[in-house]
Nanobody
Framework: VQLQASGGGLVQAGGSLRLSCAAS????????MGWFRQAPGKEREFVSN????????SYADSVKGRFAISRDNAKNTVYLQMNSLKPEDTAVYYC????????????????WGQGTLVTVSS
């Protein structure tokens, strides 16, 4: 499965961005997709994920109430709507997919996108 992430960019604090991630192979049965981020000098951290079948979602405490994850099953695409962005949200955002896992542990995801840079200026 190839994941293609897009939608990053430069935005002022308080602004919004929407990230997209499309999975290339429909023959693979996806169980969940997630978003992670990595800021300069920091470890990759969980942001949000969604169960592909049930639609259940989870979020890191740092983004709850500001970010929203959604999916389009027909397009094999996951979205991350990011509102009220803060400078501390600046990072490379990665999408990930798993055929069996639904959780916040990055090593459990089998497939990864190339990352898209989000920069929030103060």
């Amino acid at each position: 499965v190839q994941l293609q992430a897009s939608g990053g960019g430069l935005v002022q604090a308080g602004g919004s961005l929407r990230l997209s991630c499309a999975a290339s192979r429909r023959s693979i049965r996806i169980n969940s997709m997630g978003w992670f981020r990595q800021a300069p000098g920091k470890e990759r951290e969980f942001v949000s994920n969604i169960n592909w079948n049930s639609g259940s979602t989870s979020y890191a405490d740092s983004v709850k109430g500001r970010f929203a994850i959604s999916r389009d099953n027909a397009k094999n695409t996951v979205y991350l709507q990011m509102n009220s962005l803060k400078p501390e949200d600046t990072a490379v955002y990665y999408c990930a997919a798993s055929t069996w896992y639904y959780g916040s542990s990055a090593p459990m995801y089998e497939f990864w996108g190339q990352g898209t840079l989000v920069t929030v200026s103060s």
